[in-house]
């Protein structure tokens, strides 16, 4: 069996889910599965790199977005595989989990993952487009923007978000922009800010606020295969 540590909360989850006992470290924001019992090895942004190399893994997981280049060098520098995922739309999720999982001993695609690549392709197209800011952050504010996975994950349920063509990924933008750029449906996700319905819709009066689970919003693991069905009940219940 392989020795695996995971940079990346989402690929935590689906390690642990198809291979139990590969893990041997993850960051202290891997909260999924609740039962995970590994050594905990800091944060996504400032990972313990001479505790990881204590453990000597066979590989690493990361993302382009979540780990920082430098950590990710210093690891590679002390000989480590270090497999760097890049996910920016629902297709490329499948694709690299395919690609981590192989890499950490899976035999093939597992039945979560066969489960979730079903209920996306069975979507069908949305009666009806509307629109969105997507905040992640506040003080300052900031929302999704470009070619982002959640940006793709909304679009094929019907919603286009507004900041989609902004030179940043997630710009800073100020509150008064947002509630004059008047969309449809503000999209408050639980993480990385954690918004709640005392804290965030207050700040946009008027307009309808869709509280979402940011694990079935930007995770790709096996939430993917509830994500779907999840995220469009919140959605319309926002309408109704």
Do not use: Q
């Amino acid at each position: 069996m392989k020795r695996v540590v995971s940079l990346v909360p989402s690929l935590t989850e689906a390690v642990a889910e198809t291979l139990p006992g590969t893990l041997v470290g993850a960051t202290d924001w891997c909260s999924h599965p609740g039962e995970l019992d590994v050594v905990r090895i800091g944060g996504t942004k400032n990972p313990k790199v001479e505790r990881i190399i204590e453990l000597a893994p066979d590989v690493v997981i990361a993302n382009e977005e979540e780990n920082r280049l430098p950590d990710l060098d210093a690891l590679r520098a002390a000989g480590l595989d270090v497999l760097v995922t890049e996910v920016r739309t629902v297709p490329d999720a499948f694709g690299e989990l395919a690609r981590v999982l192989a890499a950490c001993g899976a035999p093939g695609r597992p039945g979560w993952l066969r489960e979730a690549e079903t209920a996306w392709r069975a979507l069908p197209e949305p009666a009806e487009r509307r629109t969105a800011v997507v905040p992640i952050w506040r003080r300052p504010w900031m929302v999704v923007g470009r070619d982002t996975f959640a940006g793709d994950v909304l679009s094929r349920l019907g919603v286009d978000h507004l900041y989609a063509d902004h030179p940043e990924r997630y710009p800073r933008i100020p509150l008064d922009e947002l509630v004059a750029a008047a969309p449809d449906v503000v999209v408050l996700p639980d993480e990385p800010y954690r918004f709640t319905a005392e804290d965030g819709p207050e700040a946009f009066p008027g307009l309808a606020c869709a509280l979402v689970s940011g694990r079935d919003l930007t995770w790709y693991g096996p939430s993917l295969a509830w994500a779907p069905r999840v995220l469009g009940e919140a959605l319309r219940a926002a309408h109704r």
